[in-house]
């Protein structure tokens, strides 16, 4: 997600952070108290695989009503979303719960992330149905080449097997042209796959929606980007425009901070790990406002319920927005304090356009990822120090 407007950060808010930065592990320590010593994962009892009904029921209990935002978000705009991941990967364990927001970067967080279940938030139901499509034509594609075949309605080219790397796989796709026929098949196999196999109890507007979506990237190829919206050709698409947006090959072939490939798509095992995972119904796409009364209470119960622990939650950039929209900020922070987290439990932030620490990452990138702790930030909040948007993101780092 992207937030055009520049902000500064004064230099005397940023001293004044720092000051209360350092008084926040002892503030979390007393308010929200953690669990050091690895047992959470090992207590959990959710199940290693969901059956259909379960997955469904979780999809529609714990989902609010639609709402809308100003793109389609088909694919990310976050090319430095994979450098924080040997971080991440440093300060917590694999085993519990992963949080997100938006389209599939989610996968490469989960696939690095290794947590026994995902939730994947959007205030848009769309991005649902997105997850709903990934997951359809994952589970039916046993490796990368069929899957991006497939994803994208193109045959595929000779030459590719389980060693390609991703730049071999993006750019051979790149040179195919889509099939009429093969898109045809595809959106039928989809709809089969979830209403038929599954059982899924879909709408006929949900199902027009998963058309509206793949017919986009039919249409647009490896080179579909986040606000891609030209009208025309497949699915009601014809035509795309990079204009300062990655394009999903570019974000399927970047590398984290340590020029390592992390992105779910990079090798046969990542893809392996991330079609267990939608075979097992572990990625459970909810829609949900992230200031909304029921999407994250409801989570957070099921996991209190089932004693696991948060390793993760992905915000992209959602608190710009909710810092502009009178206590939707405050109501977001009170939704988060009721998950189960411990001292490792990290928040994953997307920042764009200068905000303080833009910089710091690779000079190429138009924005980046920074890492705050949930428990020292929602303490932060509930003692009143984390009143804005710049104290958020001063109490986070690079």
């Given at each position: 997600m992207l937030f055009d407007r520049p902000m500064g950060i004064a230099p005397a808010r940023r001293r004044r952070m720092l000051v209360v930065c350092s008084a926040l592990v002892a503030l979390a320590a007393v308010q929200?108290?953690?669990q050091t010593d690895g047992s959470a994962a090992a207590a959990s009892t959710i199940p290693a695989r969901l059956d259909d009904q379960t997955f469904w029921s979780l999809v529609s209990s714990i989902s609010e009503p639609g709402g809308s935002f100003r793109s389609d978000n088909f694919v990310s705009n976050e090319l430095g979303y994979q450098w924080v991941i040997p971080q991440l990967l440093r300060t917590t364990r694999p085993g519990g719960v992963y949080l997100g927001v938006g389209p599939d970067q989610n996968f490469t967080y989960i696939v690095a992330l290794q947590p026994r279940i995902s939730f994947i938030f959007d205030?848009?139901?769309?991005?649902?149905?997105?997850h709903l499509m990934y997951k359809a034509l994952i589970e039916a594609s046993p490796s990368r080449a069929a899957f991006l075949s497939q994803l994208f309605a193109r045959p595929r080219p000779a030459g590719l097997d389980s060693t390609s790397t991703p730049e071999a796989l993006l750019d051979a796709y790149e040179q195919v042209p889509s099939?009429?026929?093969?898109?045809?098949t595809t959106l039928a196999a989809i709809d089969d796959r979830l209403t038929?196999?599954?059982?899924?109890q879909l709408s006929n507007d949900d199902l027009a929606t998963i058309?509206?979506?793949?017919?986009?990237f039919v249409a647009?190829?490896?080179?579909?980007t986040y606000n891609f919206a030209q009208r025309g050709g497949y699915g009601g698409y014809g035509g795309y425009g990079r204009g300062r947006m990655p394009s999903y090959a570019q974000l399927m072939v970047a590398t984290d901070s340590e020029r390592?490939?992390?992105?779910?798509?990079?090798?046969?095992?990542?893809?392996g790990a991330l079609r267990t995972d939608e075979l097992?119904?572990?990625?459970?796409?909810?829609?949900?406002d992230f200031a909304g009364p029921k999407a994250i209470r409801a989570v957070a119960d099921y996991l209190t319920a089932h004693h696991a622990t948060v390793t993760a939650f992905y915000l992209s950039n959602v608190e710009q927005y909710l810092f502009q929209q009178d206590d939707d900020w405050r109501r977001f922070y009170t939704n988060a304090s009721a998950l189960p987290i411990d001292s490792s439990s990290t928040f994953i932030r997307s920042v764009f356009n200068g905000l303080g620490y833009y910089r710091r990452q690779s000079p190429g990138l138009r924005g980046q990822q920074l890492l705050g702790s949930m428990m020292q930030q929602l303490a932060a909040f509930k003692a009143g120090t984390l009143a804005n948007y710049y104290d958020v993101i001063e109490s986070s780092a690079p």
């Open positions: 929200l108290p953690a205030i848009r139901r769309q991005n649902m149905l997105t099939d009429s026929m093969l898109y045809r038929t196999q599954h059982g899924f058309a509206y979506v793949y017919g986009a647009a190829g490896p080179d579909i390592v490939h992390r992105s779910y798509l990079a090798t046969e095992a990542n893809y097992e119904n572990r990625i459970v796409p909810v829609v949900g």
